[in-house]
Nanobody
Framework: QVQLVESGGGLVQAGGSLRLSCAAS????????MGWFRQAPGKEREFVAA????????YDADSVKGRFTISRDNAKNMVYLQMNSLKPEDTAVYYC???????????????????WGRGTQVTVSS
């Protein structure tokens, strides 16, 4: 069983930055691809970014490309999402997720992920 706990959310002005963290326990973190997703009120959950088990491959959604960066530290069982140049439309609950199935490329579909955290709220004011 893998447990994921997100932190680092908060209220920030447009143009500001936040760094989200996700602490993993249980399982073999260093063998899992990890992803970040978000869900805004009244909207479906959407993919934000994913990273392969060794950090060698990353994917970003077009909406965050060039502004958000996903990274991981396998020695600390942590995955991060650095968010810069935040916009009001980035407001959402952000979730980290673990994909325990080995894949050639990190998955971008939520249904490919097996474990989810409870989320952390990010609010960007205009």
């Amino acid at each position: 069983q893998v447990q994921l706990v997100e932190s680092g959310g908060g209220l920030v002005q447009a143009g500001g930055s936040l760094r989200l963290s996700c602490a993993a326990s249980g399982g073999t973190f260093s063998s899992y691809a990890m992803g970040w997703f978000r869900q805004a009120p009244g909207k479906e959950r959407e993919f934000v970014a994913a990273i392969s088990w060794n950090g060698g491959m990353t994917y970003d959604a077009d909406s965050v490309k060039g502004r958000f960066t996903i990274s991981r530290d396998n020695a600390k069982n942590m995955v991060y999402l650095q968010m810069n140049s935040l916009k009001p439309e980035d407001t959402a609950v952000y979730y980290c997720a673990a994909d325990i199935t080995f894949r050639t490329l990190p998955a971008r579909r939520g249904y490919n992920y097996d474990y989810w955290g409870r989320g952390t709220q990010v609010t960007v004011s205009s």
